[in-house]
């Protein structure tokens, strides 16, 4: 098995440890741990991911080991590189923050939080997808925003801050105003897509309603009873990056060749998706083993909307949503400002 291989999925006592860890270093404004840049030096890569087709391109690369062959044509020899599964982008940023990984591939708006919230220490490395998003219910009674109630319960992977909240936040301000946003937030329950899933289907832990993305959100529509309230395409007036991959500005600055590898692997995985879909859904579910077909997979990533891309989509409205809420103090005039500028040359916004 190659090193990019390597698969783990911490939980309970790990991920209650990191969670500590994370908040204490977030609350105290403390320096980010420089363990990351020390391992990278001695030839290791950690990286934080999640499940979700917008990480597709990441995907790819860890099981081809593309990281691997972009750091050895820059000159680094045996980098070991440990792809670590967490299902959410709160437990990622955590592992970020404690020093438990190097990298993080997550929604952009949660690196967009770990920007703001860190002055600038973390910022994007390069995106991975923007695919639609889409906010489901099996709740019949629910037809729009301004149908749900205080029974409801919307799962999202990350409270308040996520890739989903913003989405849903920035819908609610514009239909009702800022001062709704706290109502709908307390509506929200923080869980894992696969997991969410689940509960929806089977009306577990109160859950109505689910805020995902593909192919969960495919999968749900299929489900008897479910059905679709908000698209975030509409809301956001174009695609929004919802696979992102970020790390702190001292592992950046001390491992520039590393960067590069990484950046340079997803965008040939990038390239390997526009060529050969059927390659690409197969080594999905090689990795993932989700219950979807090849066929439908194939036809699922060949979808109009389906946005696979290295550069940045439609982050700054988020970030000036979340500065807007106050969740950030920062008023970013350009996405350039919370991304390195490996990927400056592109196309985002």
Known sequence: MRSGDTKTDRCGSTRRTLLRAG???AAFGAPLIRSGAARAEAGELRIAKQPGLSYLPAVIAEKLGLVEKHAKAAGIDNLRVTWTRLTNGGASNDALLSGGVDMVISGGPNM???????????????ATGALPMK???NNPNVKTLADFGPADRIAVPTIRVG???VVLGIAVEKEFGAGALEKFNAMTVGMGHPDAMIALQNKNNGVTAHFSQPPYQDQELAMSGVHEVLDSVAVMGGPLTNGCVYSTTTFH???PKVIAAFVGAIKEAIALIDTDKPAAARIYLEVNKESISADALVALIARPGMVLS????????????????GYIKQKPTSWKEFFFDEVHDLPGS
């Open 23 to 25: 908040l204490s270093a």
């Open 310 to 325: 290295a550069a940045p989509q439609n982050l700054l409205p988020a970030a000036q949503f979340f500065s807007r809420a």
């Open 253 to 255: 600055d001390a491992n």
């Open 112 to 126: 967009l939080i770990m920007w703001g919230k860190t002055s600038g220490r973390v910022k994007g490395v390069v």
């Open 163 to 165: 890739t989903q909240p």
């Open 135 to 137: 906010l489901v219910t």
